[in-house]
């Protein structure tokens, strides 16, 4: 019979997780998870004769008490913690058998750190989400019915073996502190496009400061506000952190405003955002130990110079307190420069030690940037190329994860050179594009809600505020409200980039720029937004994919975006596995054109209740989408979209000249 685990008290927020976590979906905005903390999740897995990532739990500040059927050998690793077996205290980082019937119970962290984790022969055994057991409480799949631990509930465990070890050695154990360094890279966007010189400076020779409010989306940070390189994101929207919506990387300091986050493992995989500087792979272990009020420093390494993920032992540097560094790599996070033709020239970003971020074109939104990156995109997806394990397209950008033992950055970026000799001309695109209706509760009182939290928690006296409608109305120049609704309710929104804050939810633009709206994001951003928000920020429309925080200024609010009835095709990372039906969780497809028809608050009530009961009701029409086609529109229709641009641009300028002398901006 196999041993079983019974939680008698939950703890805090103890989660079931596995490491890597949940690969291969970050291009439809399905984080990892995983371990916070996946060295001391690791360890304790290695020396209990696991698999490195076989399921184990994760406890934030305090842990749980649980009683086994049968003895079994444990290791709580982590911050430090009180441990004791039937009442007796257990050292941490050492093996130790709970006998049959045992009561391990784990008290409260002392501190430093903020997580500790619980590791058990032969792993915790569960059903697997999109290929792993990893818990996603917001996304409420994974672990134990996407949920925290539960009181009564019962885990099963894996076949008993003994350890391999007795204890994890010292020199493995990471060192904890109050004050931290974190190893990064530069890039992807920095100085001095982005940011200046002197505000890269700051962030490297700054000591920021832990926000109380931080979980596994991303740890916020306190410090200096940027003076910008640039006086605002254009179509990207109203502030310099701006951008047209790119791929994020774990780790990344992602500056939402002018408000500094680290992005963890829950964190979102696309968004608008700039980020100066990258948490090196083999150093995001430390994110799961900051803790509320400690001191944050970033320290730029070489690339090329840092620790391995792979290593467990003294070659990680975990022990070290501090991050040994000769200075960074000094080229502002661009890695290459080149043109693909006489009109389109391409960047390749550093995104860490383990990503690259190609860039085509200039900061515009250009459809026919997109399409030279569907078309990078489905030649790297055709080629299987091995040591790339995600591939995700945002607006103008392609990220390209990869394994560097198995494919170093320079090496990918010869094979990407080479490629772009093979790439049809972006003239020649035509893909599929079903014409999806989608219902919009416009105005709806959910997304009122979310306003009227963040006036009383966040802040009150935002330009937004109290009514984003009324704010996109200013920004666009439009003549009343009424006009914002016929313009959205008009329009046809091409969808660009999927995971736009999560679990399938589209980045969308109007096909007619005449329908494009540009507004900027929240600074700093909602910490709630409900789910299936609808919201514009830049000239983007997005469909929040589930709760959480976000940027966009509302209109409406929909149905759901993720089936969670959906059985998941199996398929290779980075795919567009398109949904046929119900087999997929996720509902739109790159290029799909949305098209919004009104419903009232109550009656998306009942469609929403409908969703989530598995009886999905959308109309899509087939179709296709030709970018040869679109271009002989937009010369047909020049003269009229250049004045709906010229009325848009003194609007926007007002309101920037507005925030300025309002110190909502600074004069940079």
Same mark, same amino acid.
């Given at each position: 019979?196999?041993?079983?685990?019974?939680?008698?008290?939950?703890?805090?927020?103890?989660?079931?997780?596995?490491?890597?976590?949940?690969?291969?979906?970050?291009?439809?905005?399905?984080?990892?998870?995983?371990?916070?903390?996946?060295?001391?999740?690791?360890?304790?897995?290695?020396?209990?004769?696991?698999?490195?990532?076989?399921?184990?739990?994760?406890?934030?500040?305090?842990?749980? #008490?649980?009683?086994f059927s049968a003895a079994t050998w444990v290791c709580v690793t982590g911050a430090p913690i009180e441990v004791t077996v039937n009442g007796v205290p257990?050292?941490?980082w050492r093996t130790t058998q709970v006998p049959a019937g045992g009561v391990l119970e784990v008290g409260a962290v002392r501190g430093p750190g903020m997580?500790?984790?619980?590791?058990?022969?032969?792993?915790?055994?569960? *059903?697997?989400?999109? =290929?792993?057991?990893?818990?996603?409480?917001?996304?409420?799949?994974?672990?134990?019915?996407?949920?925290?631990? +539960?009181?009564?509930?019962?885990?099963?465990?894996?076949?008993?073996?003994?350890?391999?070890?007795?204890?994890?050695?010292? &020199?493995?154990?990471?060192?904890?502190?109050?004050?931290?360094?974190?190893?990064?890279?530069?890039?992807?966007?920095?100085?001095?496009?982005?940011?200046?010189?002197?505000?890269?400076?700051?962030?490297?020779?700054?000591?920021?400061?832990?926000?109380?409010?931080?979980?596994?989306?991303?740890?916020?940070?306190?410090?200096?506000?940027?003076?910008?390189?640039?006086?605002?994101?254009?179509?990207?929207?109203?502030?310099?952190?701006?951008?047209?919506?790119? *791929?994020?990387?774990?780790?990344?300091? @992602?500056?939402?405003?002018?408000?500094?986050?680290?992005?963890?493992?829950?964190?979102?995989?696309?968004?608008?955002?700039?980020?100066?500087?990258?948490?090196?792979?083999?150093?995001?272990?430390?994110?799961?130990?900051?803790?509320?009020?400690?001191?944050?420093?970033?320290?730029?390494? +070489?690339?090329?110079?840092?620790?391995?993920?792979?290593?467990?032992?003294?070659?990680?540097?975990?022990?070290?307190?501090? #991050?040994?560094?000769?200075?960074?790599?000094?080229?502002?996070?661009?890695?290459?420069?080149?043109?693909?033709?006489?009109?389109?020239?391409?960047?390749?970003?550093?995104?860490?030690?383990?990503?690259?971020?190609?860039?085509?074109?200039?900061?515009?939104?250009?459809?026919?940037?997109?399409?030279?990156?569907?078309?990078?995109?489905?030649?790297?997806?055709a080629a299987r190329v091995p040591g790339v394990t995600e591939l995700t397209p945002g607006i103008r950008s392609l990220q390209i994860r990869v394994d560097?033992?198995?494919?170093?950055?320079?090496?990918?970026? @010869?094979?990407?050179?080479?490629?772009?000799?093979?790439?049809?001309?972006?003239?020649?695109?035509?893909?599929?594009?079903?014409?999806?209706?989608? *219902?919009?509760?416009?105005?709806?009182? !959910?997304?009122?809600?979310?306003?009227? +939290?963040?006036?009383?928690?966040?802040?009150?006296?935002? *330009?937004?505020?109290?009514?984003?409608?009324?704010?996109?109305?200013?920004?666009?120049?439009?003549?009343?409200?009424?006009?914002?609704?016929?313009?959205?309710?008009?329009?046809?929104?091409?969808?660009?980039?999927?995971?736009?804050?999560?679990? =399938?939810?589209?980045?969308?633009?109007?096909?007619?720029?005449?329908?494009?709206?540009?507004?900027?994001?929240?600074?700093? !951003?909602?910490?709630?937004?409900?789910?299936?928000?609808?919201?514009?920020?830049?000239?983007?429309?997005?469909?929040?994919?589930?709760?959480?925080?976000?940027?966009?200024?509302? #209109?409406?609010?929909?149905?759901?975006?993720?089936?969670?009835?959906?059985?998941?095709?199996? =398929?290779?990372?980075?795919?567009?596995?398109?949904?046929?039906?119900?087999?997929?969780?996720?509902?739109?497809?790159?290029?799909? +054109?949305?098209?919004?028809?009104?419903?009232?608050?109550?009656?998306?009530? &009942?469609?929403?209740? &409908?969703?989530?009961?598995?009886?999905?009701?959308?109309?899509?029409?087939?179709?296709?989408?030709?970018?040869?086609?679109?271009?002989?529109?937009?010369?047909?229709?020049?003269?009229?979209?250049?004045?709906?641009?010229?009325?848009?641009?003194?609007?926007?300028?007002?309101?920037?000249?507005?925030?300025?002398?309002?110190?909502?901006?600074? !004069? =940079?």
């Amino acid at each position: 019979m196999p041993t079983s685990v019974e939680v008698i008290r939950p703890g805090m927020l103890t989660t079931v997780q596995d490491w890597p976590g949940r690969t291969g979906y970050w291009h439809v905005g399905v984080p990892p998870s995983g371990p916070m903390d996946d060295l001391s999740f690791r360890l304790g897995n290695r020396v209990l004769g696991n698999a490195e990532g076989a399921a184990g739990l994760e406890c934030t500040l305090d842990g749980p #008490v649980l009683r086994f059927s049968a003895a079994t050998w444990v290791c709580v690793t982590g911050a430090p913690i009180e441990v004791t077996v039937n009442g007796v205290p257990i050292e941490q980082w050492r093996t130790t058998q709970v006998p049959a019937g045992g009561v391990l119970e784990v008290g409260a962290v002392r501190g430093p750190g903020m997580r500790c984790y619980v590791l058990v022969a032969g792993g915790i055994e569960l *059903p697997e989400y999109l =290929g792993s057991t990893a818990t996603f409480t917001l996304g409420r799949f994974g672990g134990s019915a996407g949920n925290a631990l +539960r009181a009564g509930e019962v885990l099963t465990l894996g076949p008993p073996h003994a350890p391999l070890a007795t204890a994890v050695p010292m &020199d493995d154990q990471p060192v904890l502190a109050k004050r931290w360094e974190l190893a990064v890279t530069e890039g992807p966007h920095g100085a001095p496009e982005f940011f200046t010189r002197a505000d890269f400076d700051t962030i490297i020779g700054t000591d920021y400061s832990v926000h109380f409010n931080s979980d596994r989306t991303g740890v916020r940070l306190v410090g200096p506000k940027p003076d910008w390189a640039r006086t605002d994101g254009g179509e990207a929207g109203l502030h310099p952190s701006n951008i047209h919506d790119t *791929p994020y990387s774990v780790g990344a300091l @992602d500056f939402t405003g002018d408000t500094p986050i680290l992005l963890g493992p829950d964190g979102p995989s696309l968004g608008g955002f700039v980020c100066p500087v990258t948490v090196v792979a083999a150093d995001r272990w430390k994110l799961g130990q900051l803790a509320p009020g400690d001191t944050v420093r970033f320290v730029p390494i +070489r690339s090329d110079r840092a620790a391995s993920v792979r290593d467990l032992g003294v070659g990680r540097r975990a022990c070290w307190p501090t #991050v040994l560094s000769s200075g960074g790599d000094g080229d502002d996070g661009v890695l290459r420069r080149t043109e693909v033709d006489d009109e389109t020239g391409v960047t390749y970003r550093r995104a860490g030690d383990d990503a690259v971020l190609v860039e085509y074109g200039a900061m515009t939104l250009d459809l026919g940037l997109r399409a030279r990156v569907h078309a990078l995109h489905q030649h790297l997806l055709a080629a299987r190329v091995p040591g790339v394990t995600e591939l995700t397209p945002g607006i103008r950008s392609l990220q390209i994860r990869v394994d560097p033992h198995i494919l170093p950055v320079p090496t990918l970026l @010869d094979l990407l050179a080479e490629t772009e000799r093979h790439l049809p001309a972006a003239d020649q695109l035509v893909v599929p594009s079903r014409t999806v209706h989608l *219902p919009l509760s416009w105005d709806d009182p !959910a997304t009122r809600e979310a306003i009227t +939290r963040y006036m009383h928690g966040v802040r009150a006296d935002a *330009p937004w505020c109290p009514w984003n409608i009324e704010f996109i109305r200013r920004m666009n120049g439009l003549a009343s409200v009424a006009d914002v609704y016929d313009t959205v309710f008009g329009a046809e929104y091409l969808v660009l980039g999927l995971g736009d804050v999560y679990l =399938g939810a589209p980045v969308a633009t109007p096909i007619d720029p005449r329908h494009r709206l540009v507004t900027t994001k929240y600074n700093p !951003a909602r910490t709630w937004t409900p789910q299936n928000a609808v919201g514009i920020g830049g000239a983007y429309l997005c469909i929040y994919g589930m709760e959480g925080p976000g940027g966009y200024q509302f #209109v409406g609010r929909t149905t759901q975006v993720w089936n969670h009835h959906a059985g998941p095709l199996p =398929g290779r990372p980075g795919a567009d596995r398109h949904p046929t039906g119900a087999q997929t969780p996720w509902l739109l497809r790159y290029f799909d +054109r949305i098209r919004w028809y009104p419903v009232e608050a109550d009656e998306l009530l &009942d469609l929403r209740a &409908d969703f989530a009961a598995g009886k999905v009701r959308v109309t899509a029409e087939d179709g296709e989408f030709r970018l040869a086609d679109y271009r002989r529109f937009l010369a047909a229709n020049h003269e009229s979209i250049s004045g709906f641009r010229a009325v848009q641009a003194r609007a926007f300028a007002a309101e920037r000249d507005s925030w300025r002398q309002t110190g909502e901006l600074t !004069a =940079g």
